[in-house]
């Protein structure tokens, strides 16, 4: 996993700082070239909750938070099978409540994650919004695996994708969930109460069997109603996470780059505030839902 990660090539001049711990998780801190003080992406890596690590992140989160004019923050969150869940999801919660009792401004932070690492982030904002913390600016969700109890009910149908299929899925979700319940909104945060999180960009790729959770969590988020948005971005000839393959693919510096932009522009301080702390939140006026088709 770690090969295929540290493929992706980060901007010329970005500076990577010596591991340190943040509420007890080993991070990797990137300083891109564009980065402006004070401006934080917290990228929670994918990997199947089992695979990757923040180092081997390093490019995509680098490439990303470059766009977004921000540092990036990449913690090495408790894996599976040794730790299942709630393990990971309990220890970026601590991870990203310590940032902010360290100074980072929520209004200036967004959090982003491919794959579990997208479902992860989800999973967060809602744990978050549910504690009445301080949320996030905005949320990027890269290919986000969003809804495990599809994998372990035997479900999933079958894309193009050339490297995920329904069997391995399957066999990545139990050791996550352990004794759990697979729908748990924390575990499949398709499924969970939609109300009251940050504005979302989500990126989903056709070829890719996971792309279906991305179109569960639209139609369930135009379905519920409440506060926030929502922007779909599909990539139909693409695989999963093709967004790894940035400095290779035309089409992944592209996404990667207007990705950045957009969760650079929802951190923006010239710009009025937009997180909101979830007690505030009044869940009254239908969700803004902009779905966009890309081509590569």
């Known amino acids: ?3 295929l990660a540290t493929a992706a090539r980060p901007p010329a001049g970005t500076v990577y700082e010596a591991p340190s711990r943040i ?9 891109p070239p564009r980065e402006e003080s ?28 470059d766009a977004a004019r921000m540092q990036a923050v990449i913690p090495d969150y408790p894996l599976a099978p040794e730790n299942p869940y709630p393990r990971a999801l309990r220890d970026v919660n601590d991870l990203y409540l310590q940032l902010i009792n360290d100074g980072v401004d929520p209004q200036h932070l967004v959090v982003a994650g491919d794959s579990a690492g997208g479902g992860l982030t989800l999973a967060l904002a809602m744990t978050l919004r549910d504690q009445g913390a301080p949320l ?6 890269i290919c986000p695996w969003l809804d495990l109890a599809s994998d372990t009910a035997g479900t999933r149908a079958a894309g193009r994708d050339p ?21 748990d909104p924390l575990i499949s945060p398709a499924r969970g ?44 000839t693409l695989w999963h996470d093709f967004h790894l393959q940035i400095g290779f693919l035309r089409s992944a510096d592209t996404a990667v780059a ?22 505030a939140v009044a869940p009254a006026a239908p969700p803004r839902l902009a779905t966009q088709l890309a081509n590569d």
């Open 1 to 3: 996993m770690d090969g």
């Open 23 to 31: 509420a007890g998780l080993t991070i990797e801190r990137v300083r």
């Open 38 to 65: 004070g401006r934080v992406l917290l990228f929670l890596h994918g990997g199947g909750y089992a695979l990757g690590s923040a180092r081997g992140y390093r490019g995509l989160a680098g490439a990303l938070a």
């Open 136 to 141: 996030p600016a905005g949320l990027g969700l």
């Open 163 to 183: 490297l995920v299929i329904p069997k391995m899925t399957a066999e990545w979700a139990t050791p996550y969930t352990g004794q759990a319940d697979p729908a």
């Open 193 to 236: 109460v939609l109300a009251g999180l940050p504005p979302i960009v989500m990126h989903s790729a056709g070829r890719d069997p996971i792309a279906a959770d991305a179109d569960l969590l639209e139609r369930r988020f135009a379905a519920a109603g409440g506060s926030g948005s929502l922007s779909h971005h599909r990539f139909p």
């Open 258 to 279: 207007s990705l950045g932009a957009t969760l650079g522009d929802l951190a923006d301080p010239r710009q009025p505030d937009h997180a909101t702390p979830a007690a």
